[in-house]
């Protein structure tokens, strides 16, 4: 079943277009990773799919239905967006935090629900012992999934993540996305490091000069042709050495080497 459709969507700013064209759809349960250089549109499209920004050309439909012609209010019951420029007050704690993805269900439900689905979300995102800390006094990759239980607590169809392991060691990078996979929900995500990308989506979109090179699975997207044309980096599959899985690896040429 088809949850998200941009038809033919573009985006125009001082006469500079940033999104050229651009058709895709996102299905139940689908993980679309959006990826591309630098200035390639991938925010932009981003923004764009949640409704955050009304496309020059085009449409976006939610469920079959114009996202320009549903509510703020509804779509907030539909979607859950987590942005890079994201910054809660320091000084709320970790649970009032979390509450204000209830703000959509307002009315909704008996406040114990509430909590109790709060509480649910802070417990699946490894934060629960954590909820009377503020939010100031937690770390990088604790606030990064402090913003994920926000979005969980707000129990949307889909959810959109803007480069969300952005400052974000290695690990946490992968064990954050590794997190969103668990949730069984919708996700669009703009990802910048590429050696993410297969583990954790189900499709993906290639931007690059404001348009969509590719859209497939990661084996038919993650190409060594395409990401050679996009990114001008090599990529190897490789066997994992003691695991019964596939690595695959992004290497920079070194084009300043000479045979010895």
Same mark, same amino acid.
């Given at each position: 079943?088809? +949850?998200?459709?941009?038809?033919?969507?573009? /985006?125009?700013?001082?006469?500079?277009?940033?999104?050229? !064209?651009?058709?895709?759809?996102?299905?139940? !349960?689908? &993980?679309?990773?959006?990826?591309?250089?630098?200035?390639? *549109?991938?925010?932009?499209l981003?923004?764009?799919?949640?409704?955050?920004?009304?496309?020059?050309? !085009?449409?976006?439909?939610?469920?079959?239905?114009?996202?320009?012609?549903?509510?703020? %209010?509804?779509?907030?019951?539909?979607?859950?967006?987590?942005?890079?420029?994201?910054?809660?007050?320091?000084?709320?704690?970790?649970?009032?935090?979390?509450?204000?993805?209830?703000?959509p #269900?307002?009315?909704?439900?008996r406040?114990?629900?509430?909590?109790?689905?709060?509480?649910?979300?802070? &417990?699946?995102?490894?934060?629960?012992?954590?909820? *009377?800390?503020?939010? !100031?006094?937690?770390?990088?990759?604790?606030r990064?999934?402090?913003?994920?239980?926000?979005a969980?607590?707000?129990e949307?169809?889909?959810l959109?993540?803007d480069?969300?392991?952005? #400052?974000l060691?290695?690990?946490? &990078?992968?064990?954050?996305?590794?997190?969103? /996979?668990?949730?069984?929900?919708?996700?669009? /995500?703009?990802? #910048?490091?590429?050696?993410?990308?297969?583990? @954790?989506?189900?499709?993906? %979109?290639?931007?690059?000069?404001?348009? +969509?090179? /590719?859209?497939? =699975?990661?084996?038919?997207?993650? =190409?060594q042709?395409?990401?050679?044309?996009?990114?001008?980096?090599?990529? @190897?599959?490789?066997? #994992?050495?003691?695991?019964? &899985?596939?690595?695959t690896v @992004?290497?920079?040429?070194?084009?300043? %080497?000479?045979?010895?």
């Amino acid at each position: 079943m088809t +949850l998200l459709e941009a038809r033919d969507v573009s /985006a125009v700013a001082n006469g500079r277009r940033l999104v050229d !064209g651009v058709s895709l759809s996102v299905a139940a !349960g689908d &993980r679309l990773a959006i990826i591309g250089p630098n200035g390639a *549109g991938k925010t932009t499209l981003l923004r764009m799919l949640c409704g955050a920004l009304p496309p020059s050309a !085009g449409e976006v439909r939610l469920s079959g239905r114009r996202l320009d012609r549903i509510t703020s %209010a509804e779509r907030a019951l539909n979607m859950a967006v987590v942005g890079q420029a994201d910054q809660p007050d320091p000084r709320l704690a970790l649970i009032d935090y979390v509450e204000l993805g209830r703000v959509p #269900h307002a009315g909704m439900r008996r406040m114990r629900e509430d909590r109790d689905i709060v509480l649910e979300a802070l &417990r699946r995102t490894g934060l629960l012992p954590l909820l *009377g800390r503020s939010i !100031g006094s937690l770390s990088g990759g604790e606030r990064q999934r402090a913003q994920l239980a926000r979005a969980i607590a707000q129990e949307p169809k889909i959810l959109f993540l803007d480069e969300p392991t952005n #400052h974000l060691d290695p690990r946490a &990078r992968g064990e954050l996305l590794e997190l969103v /996979a668990g949730f069984g929900t919708s996700v669009v /995500a703009v990802l #910048h490091d590429l050696a993410l990308v297969a583990p @954790f989506a189900t499709r993906v %979109a290639v931007m690059n000069n404001a348009r +969509l090179h /590719a859209l497939a =699975t990661p084996r038919d997207a993650l =190409t060594q042709q395409l990401i050679q044309e996009v990114f001008g980096i090599d990529v @190897f599959r490789l066997r #994992h050495p003691t695991e019964d &899985r596939e690595l695959t690896v @992004f290497d920079v040429p070194n084009r300043a %080497a000479s045979p010895s």
